[in-house]
C-alpha cells in the first residue's frame, strides 16, 4: 500500500496536476464535444468529455482522503441543500437531469481545492488565463470552419434584410447557444492579460454582436469598464485616451457600416416600452431560425414575453402553490404542465428564481445570502480582483441568464475560494493547523 501510494505520488507532481486541472477547465469550455447522450422525458443527458476526464483525479483524491479540504460551509450548504430537496421532491415531481449539474459540480469544486492545493495565486490566473485564450482561438476558427452561416448573417446584416434574431442560427461550441458562447468568452476576458488582451476583447465585441447577444454584449461592457479602471496595462488615463477614442471611433465605424450595431444592439429594443421602427424585408427567403438555440424569440416585445418574461411572470403563483419547492430542475417542467406554458426553453434564465422555485424560499433566502456576502467582502477592495470582477459579471447577467449550476462557474468559484484563504473545510484535518495554511 505504501509502495502505491508513493507511485501515485511521484506521478501526481505539481507540473503534472497544474497540466491536468488545466486540460479539465479546457474541456469544460467544450461540452459540445461528448461520446454518447441519453434521451430522457426532461431533454438528453449528454455524454461530455469532461466528465468522464475528470476521474483522472480519483486516485489523488483517494490518496488524500482523510485530509480533503471541501467548500466553505456557505456554499457547501447549497449543494446540500439543493441534493436534500431533490430527493424529498422526488416521489411527486421526479429526479429531473440538472441533479448530475450540481453532483458533478461538487465534485469538480473539490477537485480543485484538493488537487490544487500549494498552487499560487499567479499560477491559478495563469492556468484561467490559458483556457479562456484556448477557447477564444478555437471559437475563432469555429466561425471560420462555419464561414457559410457567419458570410450569410453578414450580408443580411448589411443589406438590412435580416435582423438580429438571426444570430441564433450560429453554430456553438457550449452546446447552449450564441449566447452562452458569447457569456463565457466575455467573462474569461477577466483573466487574460496583457497586450493580447486586446484582440480578446475586440473578438468579444465583434462575436456578441454577429450574434445579437444582449447577455454578451453587457458581460463584454463589464469586462472593458473592468480593464478601463484596474489592469495596469489598459487603466485609462489621458496619454492613452486618444487611442481609445481612435478605437472606439474604428469599431463604431465598422458595426455601424457592416450592419452589426444595428443587429446587435437593435435587440435590446425588445425589453423597451416601445420599439423602433424595422427596416427588415420580410421577403427574404431564409427561413426563421431554429428556436431550439434562440432564447428570446424576434425583436417585438410581444414575442419576448413568450420567453423570459412568460416565465418570470408565473414564478410568483409557482411559488405561492408550493414554496418549499419542486427539486432541482422540476419548476420549469411543472410550469409547463401545470401553468400553461408552451416555450421552449430549458430553464428560467434568472438563477434567483430558478431557486426559488426549485428549491423554494430556502434556496431563494441562500442565493440572497451568498450574493450579499459576496458584495460585502468586496467593499474594501471593489472588485479589484479578476475573481471578483467576475462573479460581480455573473451576478448581475444571473438576472437574465444561467441556472446557478454551471461548471465553468463552479471551477471558477473554487479557484475564488483557494484565493479567499480559509474559505474552505477541512473537517478531517487536525484542528490545531489552521485551515488557511
Not at 160 to 176: F, I, N
Not at 311 to 340: I, K, T
Not at 384 to 392: H, T, V
Amino acid at each position: 500500500m505504501n509502495h502505491l501510494a508513493r507511485k501515485i505520488e511521484s506521478i501526481y507532481t505539481m507540473k503534472v496536476r497544474w497540466l491536468l486541472l488545466l486540460t479539465q477547465l479546457v474541456l469544460l469550455y467544450f461540452p459540445v464535444i461528448q461520446i454518447f447522450s441519453i434521451p430522457t422525458d426532461n431533454g438528453s443527458i449528454p455524454a461530455s468529455i469532461c466528465y468522464f476526464f475528470s476521474l483522472v483525479f480519483a486516485p489523488w483524491l483517494v490518496l488524500h482522503l482523510k485530509e480533503l479540504r471541501l467548500p466553505h460551509w456557505s456554499v457547501l450548504g447549497l449543494f446540500l441543500l439543493v441534493y436534500a430537496i431533490a430527493i424529498f421532491r422526488m416521489p411527486k415531481y421526479g429526479l429531473s437531469k440538472s441533479i448530475l449539474h450540481w453532483a458533478f459540480g461538487l465534485y469538480l469544486m473539490v477537485i480543485v481545492l484538493n488537487v490544487g492545493k500549494g498552487f499560487q495565486k499567479e499560477q491559478w490566473l495563469r492556468l484561467l488565463e490559458i483556457a479562456a485564450c484556448i477557447f477564444a482561438i478555437s471559437h475563432l476558427l469555429y466561425m471560420l470552419w462555419n464561414h457559410e452561416t457567419v458570410t450569410y448573417l453578414l450580408h443580411g446584416y448589411y443589406t438590412r434584410e435580416l435582423d438580429g434574431v438571426y444570430g441564433a442560427k450560429l453554430p456553438s461550441l457550449t452546446r447552449g447557444g450564441r449566447n452562452l458562447d458569447a457569456t463565457w468568452l466575455a467573462l474569461g476576458g477577466f483573466f487574460v492579460t496583457g497586450r493580447k488582451k486586446a484582440f480578446y476583447v475586440t473578438y468579444s465585441i465583434l462575436f456578441s454582436c454577429l450574434g445579437a447577444s444582449r447577455v454578451g454584449m453587457i458581460a463584454t461592457a463589464c469586462l472593458i469598464l473592468w480593464s478601463l479602471v484596474y489592469d495596469k496595462m489598459y487603466r485609462l488615463n489621458w496619454k492613452k485616451l486618444k487611442w481609445y477614442t481612435l478605437y472606439a471611433c474604428g469599431m463604431l465605424l465598422v458595426l455601424t457600416y457592416s450592419g452589426l450595431a444595428v443587429a446587435g444592439f437593435g435587440r435590446f429594443s425588445a425589453i423597451l416600452p416601445f420599439a423602433p421602427s424595422q427596416n427588415v424585408s420580410q421577403s427574404t427567403s431564409q427561413s426563421v431560425p431554429n428556436h431550439e438555440n434562440a432564447e428570446d424569440g424576434t425583436m417585438d416585445i410581444e414575442n419576448f414575453l413568450n420567453g423570459r418574461a412568460a416565465m418570470w411572470s408565473r414564478a410568483p403563483q409557482m411559488f405561492r402553490d408550493n414554496p418549499w419547492g419542486y427539486g432541482v430542475g422540476n419548476a420549469l417542467r411543472v410550469m409547463r404542465q401545470n401553468y400553461n406554458f408552451t416555450g421552449y426553453e430549458d430553464m428560467i434564465h434568472n438563477v434567483f428564481l430558478q431557486l426559488l422555485l426549485d428549491e423554494g424560499f430556502l434556496g431563494g433566502i441562500w442565493y440572497i445570502g451568498l450574493a450579499a456576502a459576496f458584495l460585502y467582502s468586496q467593499r474594501k477592495n471593489l472588485f479589484r480582483s479578476p475573481f471578483a470582477a467576475y462573479f460581480l459579471t455573473y451576478l448581475i447577467l444571473s438576472a437574465v441568464q444561467f441556472h446557478g449550476g454551471e461548471a465553468l462557474m463552479q471551477y471558477t468559484l473554487a479557484c475564488f475560494l483557494i484565493e479567499q484563504k480559509g474559505w474552505f473545510l477541512a473537517p478531517w484535518v487536525n484542528r490545531s493547523v489552521k485551515v488557511g495554511e
